[in-house]
């Protein structure tokens, strides 16, 4: 017999199996039972948002590092190299992590293919690096050095850390299935929201301010379209998935128990942006054009803001009532910024989107 670990032929909840934490040894993969249709869209959405790595041509840039003042090099690098870090860990560890607690087939295959898309991301930020430079490799150990950027992934590090250390405990069966299980899960759904709405939004301001002065139009051009998939997918999955868990009995005791803590995580995250603006990437007193460490603060808050009514929790900054970059707004919307296919690389486009509809008809022509 197949242990039941690997495949349960047992399994009893395929009407009603829970996102996290049903029936822990899972069955046959189901479509028959849609018990979560928001996560299969999603799921269906990032499929349709399928991109490679080696699309963009990044060779003149090699040039462009070399001849531009030094801290607009700097800035770039920097706000890079966080990206390509932060893109490291979700590619490996999100399903790594959740797995153990994970009970929902559509939760699995988008896991599976968030993961996937990540991996394109970091890819990227790697690509860039390896055509950018002379020596990559030396830009890849200076990256690792860079302090701020690490400082700003530590409390979303704890965050992973605490809930992979249950994960393969629970998997081990020394944890049970508890409420304090769950409250540990939807912590870290809470702390990838903002992960995807605060830091990644806040860290492509600092790009795409870059590259509105017209600098480097190859990493604009693949960084917006890695901004596509945070933004429109990633980011509103978190959001979404975190609105209907708080429906399940579960997901309200979670809320009302966790609520100081998510509290504090989501003002670490704020606090730690608010840090890397002054002391990393405005440190050297240098403004880009339209962009400053307080206009950027600004545009954390904005975004920061959504993250926390989503989670019913007061905010102790006071929050912008208008978009303070609204540069960003074209660079977050591709279709706004589409080229002509002949002027420049291509990126607003999804496959998968052309349905027949001629199956089983039968057309006659006269020749």
Same mark, same amino acid.
């Given at each position: #017999? =197949?242990?039941?670990?690997?495949?349960?032929? *047992?399994?009893?909840?395929?009407?009603?199996?829970?996102?996290?934490?049903?029936?822990?040894?899972?069955?046959?993969?189901? *479509?028959?039972?849609?018990?979560?249709?928001?996560?299969?869209?999603? /799921?269906?959405?990032?499929?349709?948002?399928?991109?490679?790595?080696?699309?963009?041509?990044?060779?003149?840039?090699?040039?462009?590092?070399?001849?531009?003042?030094?801290?607009?090099?700097?800035?770039?690098?920097?706000?890079?190299?966080?990206?390509? !870090?932060?893109?490291?860990?979700?590619?490996?560890?999100?399903?790594?992590?959740?797995?153990?607690?994970? *009970?929902?087939?559509?939760?699995?295959? /988008?896991?599976?293919?968030?993961?996937?898309?990540?991996?394109?991301?970091?890819?990227?930020?790697?690509?860039?690096?390896?055509?950018?430079?002379?020596?990559?490799?030396?830009?890849?150990?200076?990256?690792?050095?860079?302090?701020?950027?690490?400082?700003?992934?530590?409390?979303?590090?704890?965050?992973?850390?605490?809930?992979?250390?249950? $994960?393969?405990?629970?998997?081990? $069966?020394?944890?049970?299935?508890?409420q304090e299980l769950y409250n540990t899960v939807f912590k870290?759904?809470?702390?990838?929201?903002?992960?995807?709405?605060?830091?990644? #939004?806040?860290?492509?301001? =600092?790009?795409?301010? =870059?590259?509105?002065?017209?600098?480097? &139009? &190859?990493? $604009?051009? %693949?960084?917006?379209?890695?901004?596509?998939?945070?933004?429109?997918?990633?980011?509103?999955?978190?959001?979404?998935?975190?609105?209907?868990?708080?429906?399940?009995?579960?997901?309200?005791?979670?809320? !009302?128990?966790?609520?100081?803590?998510?509290?504090?995580?989501?003002? !670490?995250?704020?606090?730690?942006?608010?840090?890397?603006?002054?002391?990393?990437?405005? %440190?050297?007193?240098?403004?880009?054009?339209?962009?400053? !460490?307080?206009?950027?603060?600004?545009?954390?808050l904005f975004n920061a803001k959504a993250v926390y009514r989503?989670?019913?929790?007061?905010?102790? /900054?006071?929050?912008?009532?208008?978009?303070?970059?609204?540069?960003?707004?074209?660079?977050?919307?591709?279709?706004? *910024?589409?080229? %002509? &296919?002949?002027?420049?690389?291509?990126?607003? /486009?999804?496959? $998968?989107?052309?349905?027949?509809?001629?199956?089983?008809?039968?057309?006659?022509?006269?020749?």
């Amino acid at each position: #017999m =197949i242990p039941s670990k690997i495949l349960n032929i *047992t399994k009893t909840d395929y009407e009603s199996n829970p996102v996290f934490l049903g029936e822990q040894d899972q069955g046959l993969f189901d *479509t028959i039972h849609k018990n979560h249709p928001n996560i299969w869209g999603f /799921y269906k959405e990032i499929r349709s948002l399928d991109w490679s790595e080696d699309e963009f041509d990044f060779s003149s840039c090699n040039l462009m590092f070399k001849q531009c003042p030094d801290d607009i090099r700097d800035k770039m690098i920097k706000t890079l190299a966080w990206q390509w !870090e932060a893109d490291t860990v979700a590619s490996r560890q999100l399903f790594a992590i959740l797995a153990p607690f994970v *009970t929902s087939d559509e939760m699995t295959a /988008y896991l599976l293919r968030v993961c996937e898309n990540e991996v394109v991301h970091a890819a990227t930020y790697s690509e860039i690096v390896r055509m950018s430079f002379d020596k990559p490799e030396e830009v890849l150990q200076d990256i690792l050095s860079i302090n701020e950027s690490l400082q700003r992934l530590e409390t979303v590090g704890k965050v992973f850390e605490e809930t992979r250390i249950k $994960g393969l405990r629970y998997a081990l $069966g020394e944890l049970e299935n508890t409420q304090e299980l769950y409250n540990t899960v939807f912590k870290f759904c809470a702390t990838m929201y903002a992960l995807e709405a605060i830091q990644f #939004m806040s860290s492509f301001a =600092i790009t795409f301010a =870059i590259c509105e002065a017209g600098m480097f &139009p &190859p990493i $604009g051009k %693949a960084v917006q379209k890695i901004a596509q998939d945070e933004y429109e997918v990633h980011k509103e999955f978190w959001k979404d998935l975190i609105k209907q868990e708080i429906k399940t009995e579960r997901g309200k005791i979670a809320l !009302e128990q966790c609520k100081d803590e998510i509290e504090i995580v989501l003002d !670490e995250i704020v606090d730690s942006e608010h840090v890397w603006l002054k002391e990393g990437m405005f %440190a050297d007193g240098k403004e880009l054009v339209g962009v400053n !460490e307080e206009i950027c603060g600004k545009w954390t808050l904005f975004n920061a803001k959504a993250v926390y009514r989503s989670l019913g929790i007061k905010s102790k /900054y006071t929050m912008p009532a208008k978009n303070p970059l609204k540069f960003m707004e074209h660079w977050l919307d591709i279709s706004k *910024t589409q080229p %002509a &296919p002949q002027e420049e690389d291509v990126a607003a /486009y999804k496959v $998968g989107m052309i349905k027949r509809t001629d199956e089983n008809k039968t057309f006659l022509v006269d020749f």
